[in-house]
Nanobody
């Protein structure tokens, strides 16, 4: 059974940093592209960053130069290092696994973790 478990959210001051982690169980991690999304109150969910099976990365314009996505296949974990945080980064951050290799393509979501940037 696939599980997506996120951690690392919390309250941080503007300019501060957080590191989000997402552990994926169920033997799909190495077969999946991974991504972080976020959703702020009153907004639609938006893509923050993604990393492919071959570790190719893409970032939304609003986080370029501040956030870094990475993955450790040995630990079935994807990370989002968030630096220079701004109040507008406040949102629930969701981890997504997009299984693309072997079998029917499947998509899995974490429960979300709250990131609040405020002084």
């Amino acid at each position: 059974q696939v599980q997506v478990v996120e951690s690392g959210g919390g309250l941080v001051q503007p300019g501060g940093s957080l590191r989000l982690s997402c552990v994926v169980s169920g033997s799909i991690f190495g077969l999946s592209a991974m991504a972080w999304y976020r959703q702020a109150p009153g907004t639609q969910r938006e893509l923050v960053a993604s990393i492919g099976i071959a570790t190719d990365t893409n970032y939304a314009d609003f986080v370029k130069g501040r956030f870094t996505i990475s993955r450790d296949n040995a630990k079935n974990t994807v990370y989002l290092q968030m630096n220079s945080l701004k109040p507008e980064d406040t949102a629930v951050y969701y981890c997504n696994a997009d299984k693309r290799i072997f079998g029917r393509p499947m998509n899995y979501w974490g429960q979300g973790t709250q990131v609040t940037v405020s002084s």
